[in-house]
């Protein structure tokens, strides 16, 4: 599974646009890119998953370039409650290969 | 459709006592993980679990650590002789399928944290 790298922390203000970018230059053909975000003793919540181009949902954007190096999760408009650490995950996470590998993750703080 | 449960939430332990941590996959379910979380740190991956079968067990440590999935009822993740390295957060997670579909979410659960003294 391919390593990704992501800024530790990052900080914010409510009511603006957050882009967190992840690297993956080992990403394989059949690797897919997915986000998570924590909340303090909670579990990982999935927000979003691409392969190429871009994906969009109610939560968030996917940015993916056409080499797949690299990936960025867009949180328009964030607020207080979106404080959280995100993880960027990149996997085949089909057949025997379950298991999903969680770096350190960004760390996001929105202040008021 | 009820998520992920995991009980109890928070388990104390004395040194050498064993730790028995619950989980009951989202319903439809058949696909269940074990990770364990540090303060401070990601999740790391344990052990995967079909019905009545490991699938990959890589990320346990060789000792003391068991899981299982039975035909009925939760998964459980055992610790015997708990030590204080043990003390986190184990998270369970499932999804209803692993069959080559690269696409599958694991849902997760709220995690049991447990303290051992």
């Known amino acids: 599974l391919a390593k990704t790298t992501q800024p530790i922390s990052m900080d914010s203000y409510e009511g603006q646009e957050v882009n967190i970018t992840c690297s993956h230059n080992n990403i394989a053909t059949n690797d897919y890119i997915t986000w998570y975000q924590q909340f303090p003793s909670q579990g990982p919540r999935f927000i979003i998953q691409g392969y190429k181009t871009k994906v969009t949902n109610e939560v968030a954007s996917l940015f993916i370039p056409a080499n797949r190096k690299s990936s960025t999760l867009s949180l328009p408009r964030v607020s207080l409650s979106d404080t959280a650490v995100y993880y960027c995950?990149?996997?085949?996470?089909?057949?025997?290969?379950?298991?999903?590998?969680f770096g350190k993750g960004t760390k996001l703080s929105v202040k008021p | 459709n009820a998520g992920v449960m995991q009980n109890p939430r928070h388990l104390v332990r004395r040194r050498g006592q064993e730790a028995r941590l619950r989980c009951s996959p989202m319903k439809g379910h058949s696909h269940v993980y074990w990770y364990r979380q540090l303060p401070e740190e990601g999740l790391k991956f344990m052990v995967y679990?079909?019905?009545?079968?490991?699938?990959?067990e890589s990320g346990m440590p060789k000792e003391r650590f068991s899981a299982e999935f039975p035909k009925e009822g939760p998964s459980i993740l055992r610790i015997q002789q708990v030590v204080r390295g043990d003390s986190a957060a184990y998270f369970c997670?499932?999804?209803?399928?692993?069959?080559?579909?690269?696409?599958?979410?694991?849902?997760f659960g709220p995690g049991t944290r447990l303290t051992v003294l």
């Open positions: 679990l079909q019905k009545e079968n490991i699938i990959d």
């Open positions: 995950l990149v996997g085949n996470y089909g057949g025997s290969q379950g298991n999903l590998i």
């Open positions: 997670a499932s999804s209803p399928s692993s069959g080559g579909a690269s696409t599958d979410t694991q849902y």
